[in-house]
């Protein structure tokens, strides 16, 4: 009897109909398709598809062949946007790897070596310093020379020069919309939509356009990392603005601050610790490009790791990977000290620049005594390579051995996860009728977001299907809804547990926070390593990244639950389990939810990578277009992804909006 | 001999809404509260007409959410008034350009805040030589200001401090500092103790008396806490739902309450300390044996030994050593114990 009531209520009624309507169908279209005779069940009919594909090829084409401003044509100005980013690269790159030369090719003549690798080594030692303490000066010291001993300079000093281009432009970009949209309401206004996509497009859906306005080459590798790294950036200098206190700008306004002098001396200032936190951001978002913007032309380590990944070479990327992580770890922790940083020293006015400045001088007088010696000395310019060590061959013995003690347990894992619970998973998100599919969709939309929400979902899913990509967006359903489930039923219980307990929360968090350190792409090594390619590496590889949202939210929900209602609880006699599932879970639900909404998010971006396991979703279709520089295919298959992530973010985001109001909080 | 008047505001007008312009165009200017509250508009600041002298120390006094900041702003142009008019030394302050603005700041104002407002990234010496900074002021020389100014304030010693290692008081007087480097006429000091502790405070405030009587600035002083305003006022304007509802010297207020609102701020206060003989004083001097003379402007707290422990009454003098009352012990109880006086 309970039961049946429980059933019955109006909202689980409505879910469950569509629930047991969407697994029939699924169930039996393939058999309905036969009977009938009628193939445009199961699949969109050719004839109806949208050329849009081609259409925007076209369009493309034309742009960069033919469109003109008048003053100028688009290619231009594609050219003029190349050569600032290209310029200033090409100098930092031969700075850090090549030395500078005239001349092409045989005819080049040296003019100035490259800087010393102990050179950079002192430089990045005494910036260490000065931030902070020597401690992190020996971490950030060992790391690069790790990157040095174990022959990973000349690919790290690669990605480094990208770095060291993309962060700046980066940051010099999110500052200024920054300062735009809290200088103009209507700005603001503008850009918030924009920045609320750009976090739910994943980053592959404008790779293929950037390709092909730029060409493959570190340009374009450059604009998408920093297309990809701006957001944060813009939004936290906007909000550092508008938090600077009122009586802070006036104090400013009665000193009689021109509108520039507010900006420079007081407004930016003020804001520095903040805006170093964003500073921090788009580094770590750099860094997790360095491998996806290696398929459009990045040099260094990304590529190296995504070459052996392509040949298979465990050992290889294994070293690439390590790179990477202990480049992120130096960069990472070098400026969230600089982000900490408080001059507690007090400023000696009076002394000289060189009295003043001790570090600086001694660091130049380095930097430029090496780079004379070096001139000489050819081991003290560039790490002697008879003097590095490699783990290749070991990482790749291990591997074997790995493989040939455990292989049956590894298989049998692998085997059970794929019988019980992906591959039904994915017959049940295959078979949906598309029809069916968009109805759903739109259905649960609207049940959720109101007519709006639903009409618009309902458009997108057609959109998808009428390019002829619902299988394959629908096996990207599949594998991020896995990985989802997955990445939940691990992250959310360990985020309630580290949110009702101090200790376990410190060893969760460092954990997570070494998580999400790690560039994206580093997972997938050893999985493949152990699991080779296919549903399950990918699944493994989406759930590792997308972990730390789930785990995060959920220990945050628990830990703001307010004190009151757990005394009340207590009150009550609650017993310890019984407060944790009718006090704080219900109370947690909207920031469960944000958290699952995040894990999502990730999981999406990290579709591309599903590609180079050899998954046949979204991700393979970018990945083809990328490779046959298709920009047509590219963009819609991009905008498909984009659309399942919007879709998931607008639904998920109105259940929490409703939980939220259900729990009269704000 | 009366000063002139430095700072002139009139029918002053701070409405936020959608539109306020209009809506105030809509009732010709003049809105009543029920018209503000009717058509959904805030008035934070409703006709407020004040003139300040110049060398006067004129306090703002009234609730939380009274208007007060509201007014300063307008005054100083930190906001535009809705409408009305207001004259700084005889030029009309509202039609400045942003230009003319930003020069009458670097020399003729400067203002203290209630939170300090100092800028985190500097230190001591550079939060008071900022204004200077700004005005384009060579290092040499404006450091030179500033440690005179820090040395007057009392932080010397401190010059290389960052805010965060000062106490609030400290930091206060560093807002002091800074606002008086550029040695402006006007100044402007928005709750600037209130955020103190009540010792403090009250050292600051001594501290203020100690300054102004060096520096004879033109001061419009905002507070919300009655003893201080009494304490510090040569006048005092009361406001109370954005409309200024008495202006009157610290004795008069007590003595004439406008209102009941007035009445109520001034029951508290120890009258003793406020109140003149000659305000007191039974007028007109009759034939008779008195004790002694004493000057009508001395407070009734400092006589109150002498008066008592005479039997006989005092004569009261006015400022040309006139007799034009006379004082008993009776009526200084009156004030004492805040009996009604008529
Ligand atoms: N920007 C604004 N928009 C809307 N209303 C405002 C704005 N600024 C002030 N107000 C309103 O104007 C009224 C007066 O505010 P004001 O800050 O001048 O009060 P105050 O007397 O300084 O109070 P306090 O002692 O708390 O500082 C308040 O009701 C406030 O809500
Ligand atoms: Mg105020």
């Known amino acids: 009897m309970r039961v049946v009531r429980y059933i019955t209520q109006p909202t689980r009624m409505f879910w469950l109909g569509l629930l047991l309507i969407t697994w029939v169908l699924s169930s039996y279209s393939f058999s309905l398709y036969k009977a009938l005779g009628a193939r445009w069940i199961i699949k969109f009919p050719k004839k109806w598809e949208m050329p849009l594909a081609d259409t925007i090829s076209e369009a493309m084409k034309w742009l960069v062949e033919d469109a003109s401003f008048g003053l100028f044509t688009f290619r231009e100005f594609t050219r003029f946007i190349s050569s600032i980013i290209e310029w200033p690269y090409q100098v930092v790159r031969s700075s850090l790897i090549e030395g500078f030369s005239t001349g092409q090719g045989q005819q080049a003549v040296e003019i100035a070596p490259a800087l010393s690798w102990i050179a950079i080594i002192v430089v990045l030692v005494a910036l260490a310093r000065y931030a902070k303490d020597w401690r992190l000066a020996s971490l950030v010291g060992l790391c690069f020379l790790y990157l040095a001993v174990f022959g990973q300079w000349e690919s790290a000093m690669i990605t480094l020069a990208s770095i060291l281009i993309a962060v700046p432009l980066g940051v010099a970009g999110g500052l200024t919309l920054g300062i735009l949209s809290y200088r103009s309401a209507l700005v603001e206004r503008l850009l918030r939509p924009i920045l609320d996509l750009m976090q739910t497009v994943p980053v592959f859906a404008y790779l293929v356009p950037i390709l092909f306005l730029f060409g493959f080459g570190p340009v374009s590798a450059l604009v998408a990392t920093m297309i990809y790294a701006m957001p944060p950036m813009v939004r936290v200098s906007t909000v550092a603005l508008q938090t600077v206190p009122a009586e802070v700008i006036e104090a400013g306004t009665m000193a009689g601050c021109t509108q520039h002098q507010m900006l420079w001396k007081v407004l930016i200032p003020t804001t520095m610790p903040t805006l170093m936190v964003g500073v921090n951001q788009v580094i770590m978002l750099s860094l997790n490009m360095v491998i996806i913007a290696s398929m459009i032309g990045a040099g260094g380590l990304g590529y190296d790791v995504l070459t052996s990944l392509r040949r298979l070479d465990i050992g290889g990327g294994v070293e690439a990977g390590m790179a990477i992580v202990v480049m992120a770890i130096a960069l990472d922790r070098l400026s969230q000290a600089f982000a900490k940083k408080t001059q507690d020293d007090l400023p000696k006015s009076g002394l000289s620049f060189v009295r003043r400045h001790p570090w600086l001088m001694t660091v130049g007088m380095i930097v430029v005594g090496l780079w004379l010696v070096g001139l000489l000395v050819p081991s003290l310019q560039s790490y002697p390579e008879g003097a590095t060590l490699t783990t290749s061959t070991f990482w790749t013995e291990t591997m074997k051995w790995i493989n040939v003690n455990f292989f049956d347990i590894f298989e049998a894992i692998k085997t059970f996860f794929l019988t019980y619970l992906m591959i039904p998973i994915k017959r049940f998100f295959v078979g949906i009728p598309w029809v069916w599919g968009i109805i759903a969709i739109s259905l649960a939309a609207w049940r959720v977001g109101g007519w709006k929400l639903g009409l618009m979902a309902g458009f997108m899913a057609l959109f998808i299907a009428s390019n002829g990509l619902w299988g394959k967006a629908m096996i990207t359903v599949y594998l991020c809804g896995v990985s989802v489930l997955i990445a939940s039923v691990i992250g959310i219980p360990l985020g309630v547990w580290a949110g009702q307990n101090e200790r376990v929360n410190t060893v969760v968090g460092a954990f997570i926070d070494t998580l999400q350190t790690l560039p994206s792409f580093v997972y997938l090594i050893p999985v493949i390593m152990l699991f080779r390619v296919g549903d399950f590496s990918a699944m493994i590889a989406v759930v590792l990244y997308a972990l730390a949202p789930a785990v995060r939210y959920a220990a945050h929900g628990i830990r703001e639950v307010p004190s009151q209602m757990i005394e009340a609880g207590k009150v009550s006699g609650c017993t310890s389990w019984q407060m944790l599932w009718r006090i704080k879970l219900p109370m947690a639900t909207p920031s469960l939810l944000l958290g699952l909404n995040q894990t999502i998010m990730l999981a999406l971006s990290m579709l591309v990578i599903t590609a180079l396991v050899g998954t046949r979703d979204l991700g393979q279709e970018v990945y083809i277009a990328l490779t046959k520089a298709n920009t047509g295919r590219g963009v819609i298959a991009g905008l498909s992804v984009a659309f399942i992530a919007i879709i998931a973010d607008r639904i998920i985001s109105a259940m929490a909006q409703a939980s939220r109001e259900r729990l009269g909080l704000k | ?342």
């Not at chain 2, 009759?286 to 030994?305: F, H, I, N, R």
């Open chain 2, 1 to 342: 001999m009366q000063r002139p008047v430095k700072l002139d505001c009139r029918g002053v007008w701070k409405v936020y809404g959608p539109n306020p312009a209009e809506f105030m165009q809509a009732y010709d200017g003049a809105p009543s509260d029920s018209d503000l509250t009717h058509a959904g508009m805030i008035g934070a600041v409703r006709d407020a007409n004040v003139q300040i002298r110049d060398g006067e120390i004129f306090v703002i006094m009234g609730l939380s959410g009274s208007g007060k900041s509201t007014l300063v702003r307008c005054l100083s142009r930190l906001i535009d008034a809705t409408a009305g008019q207001i004259n700084f030394e005889d030029n009309d302050l509202l039609a400045m350009s942003e230009k003319e603005l930003i020069d009458l700041r670097r020399t003729k104002m400067g203002m203290v805040f209630q939170q300090f407002a100092l800028l985190p990234h500097l230190t001591v010496l550079q939060n008071t030589a900022f204004p200077l900074d700004v005005q384009g002021v060579d290092r040499k020389t404006r450091e030179v200001r500033a440690r005179e100014m820090v040395e007057l304030v009392g932080l010397q010693g401190r010059e290389d401090y960052f805010p965060r290692q000062l106490s609030g008081g400290q930091q206060q007087r560093v807002g002091i500092a800074r606002s008086l480097v550029t040695e402006p006429d006007l100044w402007f000091l928005d709750e600037p103790f209130s955020a103190l502790d009540p010792l403090i405070r009250r050292e600051m405030q001594d501290e203020f008396l100690r300054l102004q009587a060096l520096l004879h600035k033109t001061i419009v002083f905002i507070t919300h806490d009655f003893d201080e305003a009494i304490r510090l006022a040569d006048r005092i304007a009361v406001m109370k739902d954005g409309r200024i509802v008495q202006t009157a010297t610290p004795e008069e207020l007590i003595l004439n309450p406008a209102d009941e609102y007035v009445e109520e701020f001034t029951r508290h206060i120890p009258r003793a300390k406020v109140m003149r003989l000659i305000s007191v004083m039974t007028k007109g001097v009759p034939e008779g044996d008195y004790a002694g003379d004493l000057d009508g402007d001395l407070s009734v707290e400092t006589a109150v030994d002498q008066i008592e422990a005479a039997d006989k009454p005092f004569r009261v003098l006015d400022e040309a050593g006139k007799p034009v009352g006379t004082i008993n012990a009776q009526t200084v109880i009156d004030v004492l114990i805040g009996r009604r006086l008529t």
